[in-house]
């Protein structure tokens, strides 16, 4: 990557921790997305994601670490209490702050309180930790891709349940006299899976039809558009449950150093193998990421 984008992309992050850390010291609301997304320069479409490849935590950690940091701060204070401590870092009354340390650092504040030695040590439980290294090369292909349709289906619920959504496109193919004229499995990620709990999970499944795509088709089923302009591409190689880690090596390895941007389209994937028949280690996908067109 030249040094000059790294920078670029260091100091973007850097800008918006500040400005949640100003927030937070002057006892205000933080800023909405569309702020930090906005101090960032980033899209707001792709900014969790991009912030969770940039820094290796999602953007709530962040925020809930940046207010612990606040709270330890305050509790080194000689004249501030802890609910003093609580209120100036948004948690609502002493007991939220409690818990929150009770679960991150294993201690009540009163026990921390006026203890720099421990406040010290605790400061330095809530870095975050380190990337882990790559275990092997990121190749990404910089490609145009034609739009074309699909059929697909919103699942809600737990990742590893996205076959059963599958099963049901393909029922439904068979049904219509289209199982032969199946050309492509693609999904759409609405969340982040290691985010947002199974049960509230959205994942779009879909089927290519390709010249044979129906006109129309019985609701929850619907057509959706994708390609239709530049991408990168990458291809992902292990178990479907751990794609999301290519996506964060593409955001936070390859773009800031690529000269390119993200267009506000969604990431798709690709999927070339069937879980049923191929075991995990050996499933390939290929992760589609939208970018601009170059200037």
Wanted: charged share 20%; hydrophobic share 45%; aromatic share 6%.
């Amino acid at each position: 990557m030249k040094p000059s984008t790294r920078h670029a992309h260091v100091a973007r992050v850097d800008a918006v921790l500040a400005r949640l850390q100003s927030a937070l010291a002057v006892g205000g609301p933080l800023p909405g997305l569309d702020e930090l997304a906005g101090v960032a320069h980033m899209s707001p479409f792709h900014f969790h994601r991009v912030w969770r490849a940039l820094t290796g935590e999602a953007l709530g950690r962040t925020v809930a670490r940046l207010r612990l940091l606040r709270a330890l701060q305050l509790l080194a204070e000689p004249a501030s209490t802890v609910t003093d401590a609580a209120l100036a870092s948004g948690y609502e009354s002493p007991q939220s702050l409690a818990r929150a340390f009770r679960e991150a650092l294993g201690a009540a504040p009163g026990e921390l309180r006026g203890d720099a030695a421990a406040i010290a040590a605790a400061r330095r439980r809530l870095q975050p930790d380190p990337a882990p290294p790559a275990s092997s090369p990121l190749h990404v292909e910089v490609m145009s891709l034609s739009p074309f349709q699909v059929v697909a289906l919103r699942n809600r619920g737990a990742f590893a349940d996205l076959d059963a959504a599958f099963g049901r496109l393909f029922a439904w193919a068979e049904e219509a006299g289209l199982l032969d004229a199946i050309a492509g499995l693609h999904g759409v990620p609405r969340d982040d899976h290691r985010e947002v709990a199974p049960d509230a999970l959205e994942f779009d499944c879909a089927i290519a039809l390709g010249a044979a795509a129906p006109v129309s088709m019985p609701a929850p089923l619907r057509a959706l558009s994708l390609g239709g302009g530049h991408y990168a591409r990458a291809r992902h190689l292990g178990p479907y449950e751990e794609i999301e880690g290519l996506v964060d090596r593409m955001l936070g390895q390859w773009l800031p150093g690529s000269g390119r941007a993200l267009r506000d389209a969604p990431i798709h994937y690709a999927f070339l193998d069937d879980p049923e028949q191929v075991p995990g280690p050996r499933l390939r996908a290929d992760v589609y990421v939208p970018l601009l067109a170059p200037a």
